[in-house]
Structure formats: structure tokens, C-alpha cells
């Protein structure tokens, strides 16, 4: 039987709200076994750049990374974010170690190539080093990803959160029963946006479908559960979505994602 | 025979200047055996404080890091500097993984003790976590320490990269052939501060009494020396001062500091 590890990604904006970092931080050190985190970005990063007085860039209402961004995400996102995370578990008792994509040459990714859109900065991942990362695990270690990765050549590049966490779940889904965990400010997916009793226990495609096809489901949650369906397909064991309360063998509400 | 293991800190200032920067970054990439570096913080955090609107705060001569100071030093100095020293070193084929003292709990310290003057958020080093580090090293990592401690409770700790290198190559020392090298932008130890072509060979401790007694030498060399000085008597092989040729076994110019 292969070993099992937890990949768990936690939003950045959960982390910046004082009383829920503390739940999410215990409940996170307190999971047995192998687990890897991810953590988001949050909304310190744009906090930072108001004070500099740089201008967040947009083309068709997406953001663009451009030098000064990838400035202000490196030393948010890789600084102050992952070391006070790290911080705070060590204080917990989990032997945390912060890394970027570039650390141990961990996640490679190229720059989005330049279509309709320039995103600037932005990194599509390549390739998970598995050998590092197991190397890491194998030493008692417990991997916190900020959202950053690197091209090889010396450049980093800022990489959405989720994608990082579904791809180390797959890369780690070749030799380990990998458990990919999404977690946030709600219970799970709900049915009913405005009732957060409405959390649905299990979707598999066909009711993702349904779902989306009457417009029920949270615009921002479609892409993540289309990364969900993507990982299983792609070797990951089990996929979960919900609040920190998830990561405990006592859990009751969440939504498992399901083939 | 214990293998060798060498300690290399830079200064902050070397790696914000273009030119020197990848002069470094090829000497230490190119050097063989296991290692470890260490870098200082340079201009940038000032540059960033002054851009925030941060004051430099002050007591008696000596700079205090309050809380917004630290969160500058996590930014640039465990963020910005570490993540694009630690991308341009893997560019070059140089395994580097960046950390922290928190990482893996590598450097804990305790907040300096309020005596005449409150230091802030300063951290002393009590305790390199040598199984860890060596884990690390056994897996074929190259650790590139930023000059941040923690104190084991939570808190994020500003710590001198000097003092950081010093303690890493006590610690590595136990079992290990250490050798320290302090790399600056010149050559070495100069006889004359105004010649850079009187580099001194080998210092000592009588060598240095007569030199700080005729005032010779550098005022800012004095703490480093004594550094020097201390980790040979605590256990280090071998420790050099010089420019990143240093680094070079075809190396001809340097001090070699000796008991």
C-alpha cells in the first residue's frame, strides 16, 4: 500500500484575519502523517503596492505581472508570508520549511507565453521535482509553498496557488495516495450561495454540470473544481473542499470532489 | 578524516550591484564539496523603508528594529534577496534552497534582553539545529541562509549575518571540517585602508592587537576580526577574508585569520 500524503492549499486572505490564522495553523500541525502546504496570497500584496504608489496593471480585466508586481508578490509571498507562516507552525511543533519553485529547483515553469495577452511575470508550471520533494519529506519535513516559481535561468515567476497545489498533488500522486485538500472561509461548495448550510457532500461531473448549467455555482469556484476533475483524472486519490475544520479526522461538512 | 564543509557570507551590498553579483554567484556555484551560504542585507530594505515612509529608528547610535522594520528585513532580506539569489544560483546549476532560522527550525534565538538600550525585535542565536542542517546537506542542497532567526514561539527575529555564518560554522565544526570565508569587495585585511594593494596575508592575535592599537585598521573590521578570532577558538578549521576570488582554489590574494 502506498503511503498517504495531504497537500493542503489555504487561501492567503484566510491567513491574514486574526482568530482564523490560528485555527487554520492548528488544525494544519495538527494532521498526522506526510502533508505539504500552500498557501495564497492575500490582500497584503496589493496592500503594498498602494503604498508604493504602483498601480496594480490590467489588460481585459485580468492582472498583469509586471516587474514592479513580481517585486512586491517575491517579497510578500516568499518573505513575509511564508516566513511568518513557517513561524508560527515551528511554534506548533510542525518542522516547517518554506520554499519557493526556485528552492531545490522544486517547480519549474516557463513564462506564460505572450498570446492576445502579455501576463508579464507569470509562470506555467513544467515540472515537479519529486525526487526534492521527497528528499524533504524524508527528512521529517514538512514543505510550505508560497505562490512562486522559477524558470531555470534565474528569473521567478509568480503561479497561481491552486494550480501549484493540483500539480504537486499529481506529481506526488506517482508514488503516494496523495490527498489534495482546498481550504477556505466556507464549509465546502454550496448550493445556495447565500445559505451556508446548503454545503453539497460529494460532486462528480455530471452534477458539476447541472450545477453550472443553472448558473448555481460561485463564478470563482468553476475553475477550481475544473482543476479538481483535472487531478483526479491526472492520479490524485481524493480531492476535498472546505474550512480548516476539514483537516481533522473528526470532519462532517465538506464537499468531496469525485470522477 | 571529517569532510570539509564551507561557510561563505556576502555582503548585501555585493549582491544589489550589478556586475559583482554574478562574479559571486559563478565563484561560489563553481566551488566543490558541501556548502553553505549566508547573505547580509544591503541597501534595499532602506531603500524600501524610505519608499514606505518608515523612519530609521534610533537609540544612542544604534539602529532598533521595531515592528515595521522587521517586517522590511522579512520582505527583502527573506523574500526579494533570498528567492533571486537562490533562482540565479539554480541557473547555474547550483542546488540552493533558501531559508530562514525558522525553516526547519535551523537558528533559534531568543529577543535580545532590554538593557540600556530595547534593540526591538533582535534576535541572539542560541542554538543551530546541526541534524536538520545536515539533512539538508545530505541531500545534496546548498542552503542559502538570509540573516532571520526565530525564537521558537512564533516570532520572526533580525540576527547579524556575520554572527549567523560564525554560529553555523561553530556548529557545522562538530562534525566537520569548517571552513569560513567573510566575502567583501576587496581583496582582504588591508595594512593601509587606502591601499588595496596592502592585503595581509595571515592576521593574528598579536598581529591585530598592534594593528587596532595603532589604530590601522578599519573600524568596521574590529567586530568582524574578533568574530574571527572566536569561531577558531570554538571549534572552526579554518577561516579567510577576501573578495569572491577567494573562493577559487586557484586563490592568491587574501587574510587568512589564524589563533
Redo the contacts between chains.
Keep these: 500500500m502506498k503511503p498517504t500524503v495531504s497537500i493542503v492549499k489555504i487561501g492567503g486572505a484566510f491567513l491574514e484575519t486574526p482568530g482564523l490564522v490560528e485555527t487554520f495553523t492548528g488544525a494544519f500541525a495538527a494532521m498526522p502523517g506526510l502533508k505539504v502546504l500552500i498557501h495564497g496570497g492575500g490582500q497584503r500584496a496589493t496592500q503594498?503596492s498602494t503604498?508604493?504608489g504602483i498601480e496594480p496593471q490590467m489588460v481585459d480585466g485580468r492582472r498583469i505581472t509586471d516587474a514592479a508586481a513580481l517585486?512586491v508578490a517575491?517579497?510578500?509571498?516568499?518573505?513575509?508570508a511564508?516566513?511568518?507562516l513557517?513561524?508560527?507552525l515551528?511554534?506548533l511543533g510542525c518542522?516547517?520549511?518554506?520554499?519557493?519553485g526556485?528552492?531545490?529547483?522544486l517547480i519549474r515553469a516557463h513564462k506564460r507565453p505572450v498570446g492576445a495577452i502579455d501576463y508579464g511575470f507569470v509562470g506555467d508550471v513544467e515540472q515537479v521535482n519529486l525526487p526534492?520533494l521527497k528528499?524533504?519529506l524524508g527528512?521529517?519535513?514538512v514543505p510550505v509553498f508560497c505562490a512562486?516559481t522559477?524558470d531555470?535561468?534565474?528569473?521567478?515567476l509568480n503561479t497561481n496557488a491552486d494550480t501549484i497545489a493540483a500539480e504537486l498533488a499529481i506529481a506526488l500522486g506517482a508514488e503516494f495516495e496523495s490527498h489534495l485538500f482546498y481550504c477556505f472561509e466556507k464549509e465546502g461548495v454550496l448550493r445556495d450561495v447565500n445559505d451556508p448550510g446548503s454545503v453539497i457532500p460529494v460532486i462528480d461531473p455530471d452534477l458539476y454540470k447541472s450545477l453550472k448549467d443553472g448558473q448555481q455555482i460561485a463564478a470563482g469556484m468553476l475553475p477550481k473544481l475544473h482543476n479538481c476533475f483535472q487531478s483526479l483524472q491526472r492520479g490524485v486519490g481524493r480531492v476535498f473542499i472546505g474550512s480548516p475544520a476539514l483537516l481533522s479526522p473528526q470532519r462532517k461538512t465538506f464537499t468531496e470532489v469525485t470522477l
Design positions: 503594498l503604498r508604493l517585486e517575491v517579497m510578500v509571498y516568499g518573505g513575509w511564508n516566513k511568518t513557517v513561524a508560527r515551528q511554534a518542522p516547517a520549511l518554506g520554499v519557493s526556485a528552492d531545490a529547483d526534492a528528499a524533504l527528512a521529517g519535513l512562486l522559477h531555470g535561468k534565474g528569473q521567478m
